[in-house]
């Protein structure tokens, strides 16, 4: 009951993704590679967390 007002850890984590993806593409085509490349790798650590978390999600089931 009390969960109802709790987010989801997991939306939280795939919006960030998603706007890191977004500015590590804009930063590629304006030719900034090593800006591309450090938001590559933050964008892939929070993919890895993402990954974790459902795990947990699934393990708990």
Do not use: C, T, W
Not at 33 to 50: G, P, T
């Amino acid at each position: 009951m009390f969960g109802l007002f709790k987010k989801d850890p997991i939306q939280k984590l795939e919006i960030e993704y998603a706007n890191i993806l977004e500015k590590a593409v804009e930063a590629q085509r304006n030719g900034n590679i090593e800006l591309y490349s450090q938001l590559s790798f933050d964008a892939e650590k929070i993919l890895n967390e993402i990954d974790r978390h459902n795990e947990l999600k699934e393990a708990s089931k």
